[in-house]
Every structure is written in C-alpha cells, then in structure tokens.
C-alpha cells in the first residue's frame, strides 16, 4: 500500500478576499412578537393577509355540498313565470376547463349542461322548448329560457 500524504500550504493571505459586510439587525417585530411589525414602505416589502382576513374574503357555499337540493325559480320583482319542469332537479356547477356547466336531473336522466344545450335537440335533460342560456358558477345559478323567458334557478333556494 501507498501511504497517503497530505500536505498543507502556507502562504501569504490573499489582500482581494475580504469579510462580508456585518448584516443589518433584525427588526424589533421579528425579535420580540409584541412589537408591531414595520410599516411596509419602510421594509419595501408587503405584508401578508392575517389568517383572518384570508378566511372572510373566501365566499361561503353550503354547509353540506352532498345533500341533494330542491332548485328554485322567480321571476324579477316576484312576477309569476314559467315554473321549473316536473321532475327537474338542479344539483350543483361547476368550471372545467374554462367551460361552467350544470348538473342536473330530469325524470330518470342525470348529467351535465352547457350553455347552449336545448331539450329535445341537443340532450335529454330538458324538456322540448326548454334551453339553457347561461350558467354563473360564482353564484351557484343555471338560467334556464322557455317561451323568450328566461328562469333563474339558484342551488341556496333563492334567485
């Protein structure tokens, strides 16, 4: 075996290498919890939301989204309209891939909807004459248009 040898250099420190600079302190806030925090402009940095304000500004849906739900329809300023089809049920929306669609059931028939969709021509969820003419998936409504009216249906019961 070849004995390892290790050897050291000793020579001059080299002038270019410096320490780095002393780093600045730490703010109060960040050593001691009851001090309040920087003003933003001062650090340049934006403050976070507190947990607080991240959970209020989330929407609330239904406290239960697995129950089945009895949609509703109204007419604007309570005038009597078209009524929702016997036998059909509105049970949520939702947005994949850009495209909001509507699940429902009809009689036997369960599915989804698309803004466009006519019953009778385009698919078994609607009765003839009935079509679907816009869904908002923020707000939880299908619109459904019969005889040039139109019939807002809300999955909270209201419209």
């Known amino acids: 075996m070849l004995p390892l040898l290790l050897a050291g250099c000793q020579g001059q420190p080299d002038s270019s290498l410096q320490a780095p600079a002393a780093l600045p302190p ?10 309040a925090a920087d003003a933003p402009a001062a650090t340049g940095l934006t403050p976070l939301p507190t947990p607080q304000q ?6 609330v849906g239904r406290p239960d989204p697995f129950l089945p739900v009895q949609g509703t329809a109204s007419q604007p ?10 036998g059909f049920r509105f049970q949520g929306v939702i947005l ?3 495209r909001a669609q509507a699940l429902v ?7 989804n909807l698309r803004v466009g969709d006519a019953g009778g021509r ?8 009935w079509a679907v003419g816009g869904i908002d998936v923020a707000r939880g409504r299908l619109i459904l248009r019969v005889s040039g009216r ?7 019961g209201q419209s």
Do not use: K, N
């Open 77 to 86: 300023g309570g005038a009597a309209g078209p009524t929702l089809p016997a």
């Open 26 to 35: 730490l703010p109060r806030s960040a050593v001691d919890p009851g001090v």
């Open 105 to 111: 059931r009809f009689g036997a028939e369960s599915g």
């Open 54 to 59: 991240v959970v209020t500004a989330q929407p």
């Open 150 to 156: 139109s019939v807002p249906v809300s999955l909270d």
């Open 122 to 129: 385009t698919t078994p969820l609607l009765p003839s004459g």
């Open 96 to 98: 994949s891939r850009g």
